[in-house]
């Protein structure tokens, strides 16, 4: 009996104790539940930024095959006295010392002749960016283009605006400086009177206008963004001037330059800015097709 009344007071109290044990449990599961959503809800809210493409090119062409032998041949008149060893190796060029060919390479070519003079020169640059969370290999690539145009200190294109006429006392037409030397300045013609056209030169006398040369200059239509570069030396009594046209382009992530200069043997003579552009800008424009195949 006394075993019975013992058993009989012990239950409510293990029945209590494994309530609480269970509230407990429910308490602690509800709240590794909200950690476990709070965890997933993080995740998921952070996102780093994607990192910058890469640039289009990955690797660069050998400099000394990129032109064809034809183009090459143009550009570069061999001497009359050369033997078939000796044009190809004018043809085939020096290449460059590069450290990492996929990153910088170039190539040289020289002609002579008893005549002149003839220099080339194709360099490849591919730009990368180390840092692309920050910048594209692309947008490296144009930031190293816009510093070497600024080093160029290319005039800016645009028409030049004519300059104004300084106007004379009292608000009346402008007087004329009289020329140096004190002679009086020819009387400009009176209001509505019409100026006589100017007389034409006489047959067989007269000569067109030369054509005007065009300088350094920012190229439209070449690669993405190109620039040109024209410089003439000096003229000496002894020296012939050289000419040196350079013409930068960029397409993607790399940068190409390609220089060509003509020094002629005899003092006075000129080489022509016009012929030697174009032979650049045409060797620029199929370096630029080259790229893109």
Same mark, same amino acid.
């Given at each position: 009996?006394?075993?019975?009344?013992?058993?009989?007071?012990?239950?409510?109290?293990?029945?209590?104790?494994?309530?609480?044990?269970?509230?407990?449990?429910?308490?602690?599961?509800?709240?590794?539940?909200?950690?476990?959503?709070?965890?997933?809800?993080?995740? $998921?809210?952070?996102?780093?930024?994607?990192?910058?493409?890469?640039?289009?090119?990955?690797?660069?062409?050998?400099?000394?095959?990129?032109?064809?032998?034809?183009?090459?041949?143009?550009?570069?008149?061999?001497? $009359?006295?050369?033997?078939?060893?000796?044009?190809?190796?004018?043809?085939?060029?020096?290449?460059?010392?590069?450290?990492?060919?996929?990153?910088?390479?170039?190539?040289?070519?020289?002609?002579?002749?008893?005549?002149?003079?003839?220099?080339?020169?194709?360099?490849?640059?591919?730009?990368?960016?180390?840092?692309?969370?920050?910048?594209?290999?692309?947008?490296?690539?144009?930031?190293?283009?816009?510093?070497?145009?600024?080093? $160029?200190?290319?005039?800016?294109?645009?028409?030049? $605006?004519?300059?104004?006429?300084?106007?004379?006392?009292?608000?009346?037409?402008?007087?004329?400086?009289?020329?140096?030397?004190?002679?009086?300045?020819?009387?400009?013609?009176?209001?509505?009177?019409?100026?006589?056209?100017?007389?034409?030169?006489?047959?067989?006398?007269?000569?067109?206008?030369?054509?005007?040369?065009?300088?350094?200059?920012?190229?439209?239509?070449?690669?993405?963004?190109?620039?040109?570069?024209?410089?003439?030396?000096?003229?000496?009594?002894?020296?012939?001037?050289?000419?040196?046209?350079?013409?930068?382009?960029?397409?993607?992530?790399?940068?190409?330059?390609?220089?060509?200069?003509?020094?002629?043997?005899?003092?006075?003579?000129?080489?022509?800015?016009?012929?030697?552009?174009?032979?650049?800008?045409?060797?620029?424009?199929?370096?630029?097709?080259?790229?893109?195949?």
């Amino acid at each position: 009996m006394q075993r019975k009344a013992a058993v009989r007071r012990a239950l409510p109290g293990i029945a209590m104790l494994t309530a609480l044990v269970a509230g407990v449990a429910g308490l602690t599961g509800c709240t590794s539940g909200n950690d476990g959503g709070s965890k997933t809800d993080s995740k $998921a809210g952070d996102s780093s930024p994607a990192p910058a493409p890469a640039g289009k090119y990955r690797s660069l062409p050998a400099p000394c095959k990129a032109t064809e032998a034809k183009r090459l041949k143009a550009m570069l008149p061999a001497a $009359a006295g050369l033997t078939d060893e000796q044009r190809t190796q004018l043809y085939a060029g020096a290449a460059d010392t590069s450290y990492d060919a996929d990153r910088h390479v170039g190539c040289r070519w020289t002609a002579q002749t008893p005549e002149e003079t003839r220099l080339l020169s194709v360099g490849f640059e591919r730009v990368v960016s180390y840092d692309r969370a920050a910048m594209s290999d692309d947008d490296k690539a144009r930031q190293v283009y816009v510093r070497r145009l600024t080093d $160029a200190h290319l005039p800016f294109p645009g028409p030049t $605006a004519s300059p104004t006429p300084t106007p004379a006392p009292g608000g009346g037409t402008p007087a004329a400086t009289p020329p140096a030397g004190g002679a009086p300045a020819a009387t400009p013609p009176a209001t509505g009177a019409a100026t006589p056209p100017a007389a034409p030169p006489a047959a067989g006398t007269g000569s067109p206008a030369p054509t005007p040369e065009l300088g350094s200059r920012v190229l439209e239509g070449l690669g993405s963004e190109a620039y040109l570069e024209d410089k003439l030396s000096p003229a000496g009594a002894s020296a012939a001037q050289a000419r040196t046209v350079r013409v930068v382009f960029r397409t993607s992530n790399v940068i190409v330059t390609v220089e060509y200069s003509v020094q002629p043997s005899l003092p006075g003579t000129v080489p022509p800015a016009t012929e030697t552009q174009e032979k650049v800008r045409q060797l620029a424009q199929a370096l630029v097709e080259r790229f893109n195949d």
